[in-house]
């Protein structure tokens, strides 16, 4: 029910614009978020976006300032813009939605009932 896109390969420093939609679901009445996972380390937060008008976003710290998530509710995906890309950005890219997740699970994996397949972005030197 949710299609991840947008991954490539791009150069440190470049800018990538992953997009997540979803096929059953309203977006906008679901938190929205993305995780990734590196070569042989654990899947881990990265941004996550509330639901309806509340739009409260969260960001893992490495993030801050680089990453920005949004919602086109037209459309009825959530974005995510990644700009600065550093080689540590390298890794597959996931997003997941849940309905009721409460502020203090944003960044949970056990928060999001749906996940998507994934995309792979890889930043080279």
């Known amino acids: 029910q949710l299609q991840a896109s947008g991954g490539g390969l791009v150069q440190a420093g470049d800018s990538l614009k992953l997009s997540c939609g979803a096929s059953?679901?309203?977006?906008?009445?679901?938190?929205v978020a993305w995780f990734r996972q590196a070569p042989g380390k654990e899947r881990e937060f990265v941004a996550a976006?509330?639901?309806?008008?509340?739009?409260?976003?969260l960001y893992t710290d490495s993030v801050k300032g680089r990453f920005a998530i949004s919602r086109d509710n037209a459309k009825n995906t959530v974005n995510l813009e990644m700009n600065s890309l550093k080689l540590e950005d390298t890794a597959v890219y996931y997003c997941?939605?849940?309905?009721?997740?409460?502020?203090?699970?944003?960044?949970?994996?056990?928060?999001?009932?749906?996940w998507g397949q994934g995309t792979l972005v890889t930043v080279s030197s």
């Open positions: 997941a939605a849940g309905r009721s997740v409460i502020d203090s699970t944003m960044n949970r994996n056990q928060a999001y009932s749906y």
């Open positions: 976006i509330k639901s309806y008008n509340n739009n409260n976003r």
């Open positions: 059953g679901l309203t977006f906008r009445t679901y938190t």
